[in-house]
């Protein structure tokens, strides 16, 4: 499963731009991509300026602790770097490479309904946490939905060999090995 990409349309979030580095427009990366470097692999990065979108070019990159440090095409000072600073970076969704059978992205899993085996719902999933042994659902009771069977948020762990029993991305339904009472 790959790390915390998140959607708006059918564009995607895959980093944040930090804050400027060196006198040459370096700038510190945050990238939400599994492994980091994986923003790479797009060079032409998309980002809101001025309520329109502008294609960044990364010309450079180097890594730098908990970061990456990039450089764009035609920022090159750090008063001109600096503009860029605090601006999320996206692809198109049509741009991600094709995964394997069973394998998904997160923002796919977003907004899906979460039901256990018995066909209880408990709601939607409303974010994913990374958490070092395994992805987790977090599962919010959609207040609209009579249907769900209570108002409890859960933590469901994203074990396809034990957990998860079924992803449909057709229906937009998870099917969980998890009981209502679990954990009360």
Not at 7 to 14: D, N, R, Y
Not at 85 to 104: K, N, Y
Not at 109 to 121: A, E, T, W
């Amino acid at each position: 499963m790959n790390r915390k990409l998140t959607s708006e349309g059918k564009i995607l979030v895959l980093g944040r731009i930090g804050k400027v580095h060196g006198i040459k427009g370096w700038l510190k990366l945050s990238s939400f991509t599994s492994p980091a470097e994986n923003i790479l692999n797009y060079p032409l990065l998309k980002a809101e300026i001025a309520q329109s979108w502008t294609e960044l070019e990364i010309d450079q990159s180097r890594p730098q602790a908990n970061s990456l440090l990039v450089h764009f095409k035609g920022y090159d000072t750090p008063e001109v770097a600096r503009t860029l600073t605090g601006l999320e970076l996206s692809v198109d969704r049509e741009e991600l490479p094709d995964l394997e059978t069973g394998e998904f992205y997160w923002y796919q899993l977003q907004g899906m309904k979460v039901v256990n085996q018995q066909g209880d719902l408990f709601g939607q999933v409303i974010q994913m946490l990374e958490t070092g042994a395994n992805d987790v659902l977090v599962v919010k009771p959609d207040e609209a939905d009579e249907a769900c069977v209570d108002d409890r948020e859960r933590l469901i762990p994203f074990l396809t060999d034990s957990v998860i029993e079924k992803v449909d991305l057709e229906t937009g339904v998870i099917t969980v090995n998890w009981e209502t009472d679990y954990l009360e």
